[in-house]
């Protein structure tokens, strides 16, 4: 059966661009503050780890978010920005040459071309 891959991968500030808006879209709370560092922790659990540059000590200054919603934000600015995604696709997230990328891996069922071949 044929196999088709795509890749996107993401710049860190489209990274904590989509995980930011997500977050404020979904109701998961973040610091209003500057990201100060972003961390993605692809070994473990594929969660990204974002520090806040906070003006209280008294406020939480960093919010982990898990693999899930990673994908989920990703997948959602792709949208925003016009990406055109697969609909029939499995997805991931795959750390690959220190960017963050969404990886699209499609099978194509026998009998599901019908084109004739030339002789």
């Known amino acids: 059966m044929p196999a088709e891959r795509r890749r996107i991968i993401f710049s860190n500030d489209e990274v904590v661009a989509a995980a930011l808006s997500y ?3 979904t109701g998961i709370p973040v610091p209003d ?8 922790c692809m070994e473990s ?3 990204l ?3 806040f540059d906070v003006s209280s000590p008294d406020q939480e200054d ?3 978010l898990d693999v899930e ?6 997948v959602e600015f792709c949208r925003v920005q016009s990406i055109p995604l697969p609909r029939a696709a499995q ?3 795959e750390y690959h040459g220190g960017a963050l990328s969404l990886v ?3 099978t194509l069922e026998r009998g599901s071309v019908n084109a004739t071949l030339a002789a």
């Open 49 to 51: 780890f974002l520090v």
């Open 23 to 25: 977050c404020r879209a």
């Open 69 to 74: 919603t990673v994908l989920n934000a990703l």
């Open 62 to 64: 960093d919010v982990t």
């Open 45 to 47: 659990d594929g969660s």
């Open 104 to 106: 699209f891996d499609m």
């Open 91 to 93: 997805k991931r997230l």
């Open 33 to 40: 503050a500057e990201v100060q560092r972003r961390s993605v």
